[in-house]
């Protein structure tokens, strides 16, 4: 594979395909928490950008579930980072912040859905990354909706299965 675009070298710790280990934990005020398994691929193909899949599925029956694609960026020059992502809600969203050391803050400057999208509609996604001290991989994502303020919606922790 080509070698990484120095552009984004500062996202590096997040390369690799990663499995959640423990279990992911779901919640929000209006739902029953929940668990569930996720599988997070970021690769890069030489471009100044990186490339993100994330595959959620239950955590019991394996059954698929939230799945989420897009590129993260890097203003050159800079530690501003764009994350930009397409669901399989319907929602397409962008989110900015800001890459130091080994985490990552982002919030959404734009959320955007399809006509038919379930409800109530997400107004807002904030999240973090961050490499644990372990070398693990870890997201946390709070989100707010049309009748909830902003609350804990996603926690995982991730192994890292490539080298
Ligand atoms: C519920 C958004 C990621 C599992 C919801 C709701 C919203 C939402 C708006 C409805 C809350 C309500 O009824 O008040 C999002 C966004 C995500 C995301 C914006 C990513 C940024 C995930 C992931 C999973 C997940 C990765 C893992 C399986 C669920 C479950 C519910 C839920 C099980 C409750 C049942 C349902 O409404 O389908 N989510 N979600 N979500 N989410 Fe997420």
């Given at each position: 594979s080509?070698?990484?675009?120095?552009?984004?070298?500062?996202?590096?710790w997040?390369?690799?395909?990663?499995?959640?280990e423990?279990?992911?934990?779901?919640?929000?005020?209006?739902?029953?928490?929940?668990?569930?398994?996720?599988?997070a691929?970021?690769?890069?193909?030489g471009?100044?950008?990186l490339?993100?899949?994330?595959?959620?599925?239950?955590?019991?029956?394996?059954k698929?579930?939230h799945?989420?694609?897009?590129?993260i960026?890097?203003?050159?020059?800079?530690n501003?980072v764009?994350?930009i992502?397409?669901?399989?809600t319907?929602?397409?969203?962008?989110?900015?912040?800001?890459?130091?050391?080994?985490?990552?803050?982002?919030?959404?400057?734009?959320?955007?859905?399809?006509?038919?999208?379930?409800?109530?509609?997400?107004?807002?996604?904030s999240?973090?990354?961050?490499?644990?001290?372990e070398?693990?991989?870890e997201?946390?994502?709070?989100?707010a909706?049309?009748?909830?303020?902003?609350?804990?919606?996603?926690?995982v922790?991730?192994?890292?299965?490539?080298?």
């Amino acid at each position: 594979s080509p070698p990484l675009n120095p552009v984004v070298s500062q996202l590096a710790w997040m390369l690799g395909t990663w499995v959640s280990e423990p279990a992911g934990e779901g919640q929000f005020p209006t739902i029953p928490p929940f668990r569930y398994m996720e599988e997070a691929t970021i690769t890069h193909v030489g471009q100044p950008m990186l490339n993100f899949m994330f595959c959620a599925s239950n955590a019991e029956t394996g059954k698929p579930m939230h799945r989420e694609c897009g590129f993260i960026r890097i203003k050159p020059g800079t530690n501003h980072v764009a994350f930009i992502s397409a669901q399989n809600t319907g929602v397409v969203e962008v989110e900015e912040g800001e890459v130091e050391g080994e985490q990552l803050s982002l919030t959404s400057n734009s959320v955007s859905r399809i006509s038919f999208a379930k409800e109530p509609h997400v107004t807002q996604i904030s999240r973090k990354f961050r490499l644990t001290p372990e070398g693990k991989l870890e997201q946390t994502v709070f989100m707010a909706t049309a009748s909830q303020s902003l609350a804990p919606h996603l926690h995982v922790t991730y192994r890292k299965v490539t080298s």
